[in-house]
């Protein structure tokens, strides 16, 4: 009987402590959820950004890829043009060159006719008319030569004019190339500039999406650990509301049979009195004095907490960082439900008050944790400790050192988290403390 009801008050110590806990591992399990449903929308939103980049990034880079084709067929045509205006640079040269060494010849065929005949021989055959058939033939001779030596000159010039008009278009059509293939590599480094710009912002976008992939599988598995935590306390708690209610059953239960027990003596020895009555005189009846009743209920160390209002002792020396509902970092949702106090790694921290340690264990977001029940609905929390010098169960004085200022639970500095729950609802732990 005696155990059974050790284990019942053991379970209403403890369940304040884990119906605490469960409130603020679903408190964050509520909002990892929201962290998650926020992160999932913003991830939507960076592939579709990514998707509609890669879009244009693909339409960029094809019009690039049809420049390019562009550019080449240009540059073959300048080098088919170069090619023939090379051909006809060699020909005009050569026709050039006919043209010198026919007018050489010319030359010397008129200085050779002049000199064989010359005007005095063509003024002889007119006034010389003895033989009309002989000056008919060289008459006629010398209009054929006239006649070609004409002829060749024309068809000379003709071909260096035609010549010089096909340099001329040649020279033409290709400064209207060059124009061109400038104005297309003006537009190709214009492309290149904004495929470079858009590579950028994809790059980003990538490492923006990866940086949110790593966040929400992060916040997945915090919501994993953190439903694991709550089932655990589930199960604790259901486990030991039925301890407690099997507990309290046998209790009764043994009470029956101590009072069945009781009421069986005192018939008995009524019925034993009653024959000794009826067998001699009765003695004189002995005065009976009953004892107040105790219950261990309520039982407190050092003093009421709920009295204590204004009056604790800080649990270390030290300077505020952060106070209670202070938001926490960036998150405007996230508020502080008890302070943060600068103090140096290795600084004991003290009991504020008396009770007992129902935690005493790494908790995620509070590292090292110790949690003092006070009775009555009453919790202290310690978080963030370097190391913890009471076991769960164990009873503290106010005062007393239970744990070692740390930066445990993932905090960038040193430094104590401390918190006060009333009846599982956070309370600001300057209201409790002096100055």
Same mark, same amino acid.
Request: hydrophobic letters at 35%.
């Given at each position: ?161 035609? &010549? !010089?008009?096909? @340099?001329?278009?040649?020279? %033409? *059509? +290709? =400064?209207? #190339?060059? $124009?061109?293939?400038? /104005? ?68 009764? &239960? !043994?009470?029956? @049979?101590?009072?069945?027990? %009781? *009421? +069986? =003596?005192? #018939?008995? $020895?009524?019925?034993? /009195? ?162």
């Amino acid at each position: 009987m005696l155990r059974a009801l050790i284990l019942l008050a053991l379970s209403c110590l403890l369940s304040p402590a884990f119906a605490d806990e469960r409130a603020q591992t679903q408190q964050q399990l509520d909002s990892t959820r929201q962290d998650i449903a926020e992160l999932k929308k913003t991830l939507g939103k960076l592939q579709e950004e990514k998707a509609g980049v890669q879009k244009d990034l693909k339409a960029t880079e094809t019009d690039i890829g049809n420049l390019e084709k562009q550019v080449e067929a240009l540059q073959q045509a300048l080098k088919k043009t170069e090619g023939e205006l090379e051909r006809l640079d060699t020909e005009k040269k050569k026709l050039q060159s006919a043209r010198v060494e026919q007018q050489r010849l010319i030359a010397i065929q008129a200085r050779s006719a002049y000199q064989n005949n010359g005007r005095e021989e063509y003024l002889k055959l007119l006034l010389n008319q003895q033989n009309p058939e002989k000056f008919a033939r060289t008459l006629t001779y010398y209009d054929y030569l006239s006649k070609a030596r004409l002829d060749q000159l024309k068809a000379f010039n003709e071909t260096l004019r035609q &010549l !010089a008009n096909v @340099e001329q278009d040649i020279s %033409r *059509q +290709q =400064e209207q #190339l060059l $124009a061109q293939r400038a /104005d297309l590599d003006s537009r190709r480094q214009a492309l290149d500039a904004e495929r470079g710009k858009r590579q950028q912002v994809l790059a980003k976008l990538n490492s923006d999406v990866k940086d949110h992939d790593q966040k929400l599988q992060a916040r997945e598995q915090d919501q994993a650990d953190l439903a694991k935590v709550l089932k655990t306390i589930e199960e604790t708690l259901a486990r030991q509301a039925r301890e407690a209610e099997e507990a309290r059953k046998k209790a009764l &239960l !043994a009470q029956q @049979e101590a009072e069945k027990r %009781r *009421q +069986q =003596e005192a #018939l008995a $020895a009524a019925r034993a /009195d009653k024959a000794e009555k009826e067998d001699a005189e009765p003695p004189k009846k002995a005065r009976t004095t009953l004892g107040p009743m105790v219950s261990s209920d309520g039982a407190s160390y050092g003093g009421a907490f709920s009295a204590a209002r204004g009056k604790l002792p800080w649990p270390v020396n030290g300077r505020l960082l952060a106070r209670f509902g202070d938001a926490r970092g960036s998150d405007a949702r996230a508020k502080w439900d008890g302070v943060m106090i600068s103090a140096s790694p290795g600084t004991q921290v003290h009991a504020v008050h008396g009770g007992r340690v129902v935690f005493a264990d790494w908790l995620r977001g509070a590292g090292l944790l110790v949690i003092l029940d006070h009775g009555n609905g009453y919790l202290s929390l310690y978080g963030h400790n370097q190391s913890l010098l009471k076991s769960a169960g164990d009873i503290v004085k106010a005062g007393e050192a239970i744990s070692t200022v740390g930066d445990s639970g993932g905090q960038d500095a040193a430094g104590l988290y401390f918190a006060i729950r009333q009846q599982g609802r956070p309370t600001d732990p300057a209201q409790w403390c002096r100055g």
